[in-house]
């Protein structure tokens, strides 16, 4: 009987959140992979700055995080240009950063970042400042 009710009740599917990590530490970007395995989340990399400019406006994430020092272009660069894109202006920006920089942090969230993290983050720290922004729901 649960296997006819299964197939008759109408099905919605709920498209998982693409969140979009951006760092040029591939281990960093791996850990936060590993870390979010058990939430139904899809997460996409950028390893360096432009890379992650370029991934955010091809993907078009529900989520960015990003690191601060990076080659090719810092933290803030790829915040300015992803914030004036039209295509990523509306996904939230979360900064996981080494640097512990009260002044940076200040300044970045006047420019309207979602949440400054400093590494190496706690799982629930960055699952609840994701969650605010995203649905995060546990793979079954």
Known sequence: MSTLKNRLEPRIRVRQPKL???????????????RLHDYRVHVME??????????????KPDAIITD?????ASGEEV????????????????????CSDPALESRLRRQGIAAYLTKPVELNLLVSELSKHVLLRRRD
Do not use: F
């Open 20 to 34: 979009l990590v951006i760092d040029d530490e591939p281990y960093v970007i791996d850990a936060i992979k590993r």
């Open 79 to 98: 915040i300015a240009c992803l914030q004036h894109n039209p295509k990523t202006e509306s996904a939230p920006i979360i900064v996981l950063t080494g």
């Open 46 to 59: 950028g390893y360096h700055g432009l890379h992650g400019i370029w991934r955010g406006i091809t993907e």
């Open 68 to 72: 601060i020092m990076m080659p090719h």
